[in-house]
């Protein structure tokens, strides 16, 4: 019962690294951004509670067809959408025509190229919902303490116990008397 409590314990610790290094890391790695993708106005190419990994992109090389994220004009600041780009217009401030892949038409207002975030690298399905759960739980405090502050006291504690049975003679002497009694085992098996 013990050993299972220990599998479980270091495959829940391997979640959360892994987690943090998909969510935190790499998008930091490579100057990126992450968003989760709470409609579906671009089904099928981004469904609904997908993980979008966002990459700064200077405006001029942007081309129809790029999936773009941006802070829509008619929208509050907060507001962040990703759809396809169907016509670059040039002019005194670039702008761009978008539109998503499952509406009917295009988007009423162009997007200007100073509203923009950058563009779409990936998206990783249902990820997001996992995303928006963490995020909106780990503002709390019982949040905090089953996603920070727990896996910590684990880590911690695991690194301890470990660093103590190598460092404890008793424990070491133990060690190898048991593994001389094995050795001794299978030469006289043989």
């Not at 773009?68 to 702008?95: C, K, L, Q, T, Y």
């Not at 978008?98 to 295009?106: I, L, M, Q, W």
Request: net charge positive.
């Amino acid at each position: 019962m013990l050993r299972l409590a220990k599998v479980l314990a270091n495959l829940i610790l391997a979640v959360l690294v892994l987690t943090a290094v998909l969510l935190v890391l790499m998008p930091a790695i490579y100057s990126s951004s992450i968003a989760a993708i709470l409609s579906g106005s671009m089904l099928p190419e981004m469904p609904v509670g997908a993980l979008a990994v966002i990459q700064p992109v200077d405006t001029s090389e942007i081309a129809v067809g790029d999936i773009i994220a941006f802070n829509p004009p008619w929208e509050e600041p907060e507001v962040m959408v990703s759809h396809r780009v169907i016509e670059v217009v040039d002019g005194e401030v670039p702008s761009f025509r978008t539109k998503g892949d499952a509406n009917e038409g295009p988007d009423l207002d162009l997007i200007p190229a100073t509203h923009v975030l950058g563009r779409i690298q990936y998206c990783i399905p249902n990820l997001g919902y996992f995303l928006s759960y963490v995020s909106r739980h780990s503002r709390s405090e019982l949040g905090f303490v089953f996603l920070v502050a727990l896996p910590s006291v684990m880590l911690i504690g695991s690194a301890a116990r470990d660093l103590r049975s190598m460092t404890s003679p008793g424990r070491r002497r133990a060690a190898r008397r048991t593994m001389l009694m094995e050795r001794r085992k299978k030469r006289r098996l043989r």
